[in-house]
C-alpha cells in the first residue's frame, strides 16, 4: 500500500510560476515550459542514475513515468550523475515540455507513478535557459561511516561500517588540507573521462556522535568517485595508515596508486545541490534522512 507524501514547501504557487497553466483556446499553441524536478532516492537497487540500456537507474525510471504523464518520450537532463549505489536527498533534473499540467499535478503524478525508493522533493518552473549541469552551483555530499565493531542491519545500507576506532581530529586536519582548488588526480577513477582533474573543494566538514562519522564535502563540480576516494583516504588517516601532513604530496603526486581505498558507494549521498543564479523559490528541495541525521545530529 503506497503511502502519501506530504506536499513540499518548494512547491511554486505564484500567478506568475502557474500562468502557462491556464485555459488556452484552441487556436493557441502552449508554451514551451521548463520543469525542474528534486529527484531523491534510495540508490541501492539502481545502477546510478544515468540512463543504461536494460539496466535499472534512476533517470530511465523517472523519464518512463514522465512518458505517462506526457504521452510521449521525454529526456531529462540532471547535475550530474551518481554511481551505482550511490543515494541522493536532491537531484535536480530539467526537461522542457509544451504540456499543461499544472506543477502539482507533476508532483502528485509522478510520486504515484514512481516506487517508493525515488520520491520528487519539489517541482518548479525555471527560464528556459536553465541547464541544470552547465549553470554555477555548489553540491554537498555527505558520506557516513558507521564507526562499529558490530554490524546493525538497519544501516547496512546507508553506511560504511568500519570496525578499527577512527581518530577523527586527525581526519579533520587531513580535510583542511584538500580545501582550495587542486589537481585531483589522485582522488579519481582510474576510468574518469574528464580531460582536467582540476577542482575545487570548498569545504570538508567531518563530525562523530556515537558510532557515527559524517563526512560532508561541498564543490561546485567532481570527478568520478572523488568523494568516494577522498573518503577512503580519511579513513586510512583516521586508522594511522596515512599521516595527515601527507596529503599535500598526494595531491601534488597525482598518482592514483598511492590515495589507497575508494570507499563503498552505499555510504555515500548528494544531499543538496544550490543554484547561484537561482531564487530561493526555485531551488531543489531535498528530503531529510531520520536515521542518520538523528545518529550524527547534524545535516
Known amino acids: 500500500m503506497s503511502t502519501k507524501r506530504p506536499l513540499s514547501t518548494h512547491q511554486p504557487d505564484?500567478?506568475?510560476?502557474?500562468?502557462?497553466?491556464?485555459?488556452?483556446?484552441?487556436?493557441?499553441?502552449?508554451?514551451?515550459?521548463?520543469?525542474?524536478?528534486?529527484?531523491?532516492?534510495?540508490?541501492?537497487?539502481?545502477?546510478?542514475?544515468q540512463i543504461q540500456p536494460k539496466l535499472p537507474t534512476i533517470q530511465g525510471t523517472v523519464e518512463e513515468a514522465l512518458a505517462i504523464m506526457e504521452k510521449e518520450p521525454v529526456t531529462v537532463r540532471s547535475s550530474g550523475r551518481t554511481d551505482s549505489g550511490v543515494h541522493a536527498c536532491?537531484?535536480?533534473?530539467?526537461?522542457?515540455?509544451?504540456?499543461?499540467?499544472?506543477?502539482?499535478?507533476?508532483?502528485?503524478?509522478?510520486?504515484?507513478l514512481l516506487p517508493e525508493t525515488i520520491s520528487i522533493q519539489s517541482v518548479c518552473e525555471?527560464?528556459?535557459?536553465?541547464?541544470a549541469r552547465r549553470w554555477h552551483c555548489r553540491k554537498t555530499y555527505r558520506?557516513?561511516?558507521h564507526n562499529s565493531l558490530f554490524g546493525n542491519p538497519f544501516y547496512e545500507r546507508f553506511t560504511w561500517?568500519?570496525?578499527r576506532k577512527l581518530n577523527i581530529e586527525a581526519m579533520k586536519q587531513a580535510g583542511a588540507h584538500l580545501?582550495?582548488?587542486?589537481?585531483?588526480?589522485?582522488?579519481?577513477?582510474?576510468?574518469?573521462g574528464r580531460a582536467n582533474a582540476v577542482r575545487t573543494i570548498e569545504a570538508v566538514e567531518i563530525d562523530g556522535h556515537d558510532d557515527f562519522i559524517s563526512i560532508d564535502v561541498v564543490g561546485p563540480a567532481f570527478l568520478k568517485n572523488m568523494v568516494r576516494i577522498i573518503t577512503g583516504v580519511l579513513v586510512d588517516v583516521g586508522s594511522g595508515r596515512i599521516n595527515p601532513s601527507q596529503i599535500?604530496?598526494?595531491?601534488?603526486?597525482?598518482?592514483?596508486?598511492?590515495?589507497?581505498?575508494?570507499?563503498?558507494?552505499?555510504?555515500?549521498?548528494?544531499?543538496?545541490?544550490?543554484?547561484?543564479?537561482?531564487p530561493p523559490s526555485m531551488q531543489p528541495a531535498s528530503c531529510f534522512m531520520p536515521f542518520i541525521s538523528h545518529a550524527i545530529r547534524k545535516m
Open 14 to 49: 505564484s500567478p506568475h510560476q502557474l500562468s502557462s497553466t491556464q485555459q488556452l483556446s484552441s487556436t493557441q499553441q502552449p508554451p514551451s515550459r521548463h520543469i525542474l524536478l528534486s529527484v531523491a532516492y534510495e540508490g541501492t537497487d539502481f545502477c546510478g542514475w
Open 248 to 278: 599535500p604530496a598526494l595531491l601534488e603526486s597525482k598518482d592514483r596508486t598511492l590515495a589507497g581505498q575508494t570507499a563503498p558507494s552505499k555510504g555515500l549521498c548528494l544531499l543538496k545541490v544550490f543554484y547561484h543564479d537561482l
Open 179 to 192: 580545501i582550495g582548488t587542486y589537481n585531483f588526480n589522485a582522488f579519481r577513477a582510474a576510468d574518469c
Open 143 to 145: 558520506y557516513t561511516i
Open 90 to 112: 536532491g537531484h535536480p533534473a530539467g526537461f522542457i515540455t509544451k504540456s499543461t499540467i499544472p506543477l502539482r499535478g507533476y508532483w502528485r503524478g509522478l510520486n504515484r
Open 161 to 163: 561500517r568500519v570496525g
Open 126 to 131: 525555471v527560464p528556459m535557459s536553465f541547464d
